[in-house]
């Protein structure tokens, strides 16, 4: 009875982890997604997946009040169902956020509650997952929750952005005048980019990555809509394609790399497609790789209770495998100039540089390639790598 028992203990856990999506599988429908809402009918028809998201600790931020609100971070669940029509794609993400923030034009230390989606241009090899890397280039579509905004109108209009003190109006123009105002200024704050890594984020103006998104706060969950094509300028999304997913807290002060994330996850739009190899999760030995891990990084690099090396020595690893995939992680070890991870400042000291630049701006990481190890060894420093993350918050 016992061995019963402990055998339905293992089939539910099991179970549970199964729940946590490896890969999206897209419904098929035939109504046109263009001018789908939160609110269509058409996403009962749906299945929700989970994907985990986890906190960015690869960077710490220079604000200590950040930090302190968020060292405590665990991980979150984002419940999504994904649609396609065969020329669009869309996405309905649903999390637990206790409050809703809002930026607003009345405070800079106000910060607002946010989603992005993130998708890769590269087909043979994984961007970096913080927005991209050289040659691998990302489009992030992101949405904040703001009040209402006011920006450059393209239009020449700069009477109606002059603050209403320095207007030689009174009563009725006065009133016009702000009337006029208010019309200019929006609520919806949603923005395409493109980025190669770290500081390279460009916006883009052009519409070439149309996008339709939509946020929406109810009884302590936001939810979250992302539709687009399949086919744009710098994008053409296959039968399986990797996305990435980030949430914002601004309650917790987030913003720009304080975020929660997920790993690159594949999305199936056929039954039948081909998963995605890069993928592909590694099978190790964990313990070894932890044996591994101490002795050829533990020197640079802090993790968890681990804190051997210096602060800001190299990049963080105490959630590396909740938002790195086993094929970015085992480049890393191999060819760690492929992908390089921005230092967390441009004045570091020498001692503390996370690469150098030659005349032409190339980048080469300061870690050496660990080329030596052979390939179980290299399996089993990923597998404990894949371990180095925060519980999900229940």
Sequence with gaps: MKTFKTIMMLVSLLGLNSLMAQS???LHVKEDLSKVSLTSPLWQKAKAQSVEVYPQTTIEMNDAEL????????????????LSDGKSVAFLLQWKDKTKSLQTVQSTTDYSDGFAVQFSTANDKLPYIGMGSEN???IVHLQKATGTIFEPNNSGDVYHQVNTSNQNTFAKELTSYKNEVAKQGSGDYQRAFIAEGFRSMTQIRDNAEPSLM???????????LLVRPLKSEHLSLQDSFPVAFAIWDG????????????AWVGVSLDAKAKALALLDEVKGDASNGETLMMENCSACHQ???????????????????????????????????????PGYNLNAHKNFLWYTSDEKGVRTSTMPPF???????????????????VEVEK
């Design 24 to 26: 999206l599988n897209a």
């Design 371 to 389: 080329a030596h190890l052979d390939e179980k060894s290299v399996n089993d420093l990923v597998a404990f790598m894949k371990t180095l993350k």
């Design 136 to 138: 691998r280039a990302v």
């Design 67 to 82: 930090v302190r609100a968020n060292e405590a971070n665990l991980a979150k669940i984002l419940h999504v169902k994904t």
């Design 214 to 224: 939509e946020m929406k706060y109810d009884k302590g969950m936001w939810s979250a």
């Design 303 to 341: 993790y968890k209770t681990v804190k051997n090396a210096p602060n800001y020595m190299a990049p963080n690893l105490s959630n590396i495998g909740g938002y790195a995939n086993a094929s970015y992680l085992k480049e890393s070890i191999m060819e760690p100039s492929a992908v390089v991870v």
């Design 251 to 262: 309650e917790k002060k987030n913003r720009d790399g304080s975020k929660l994330l997920s």
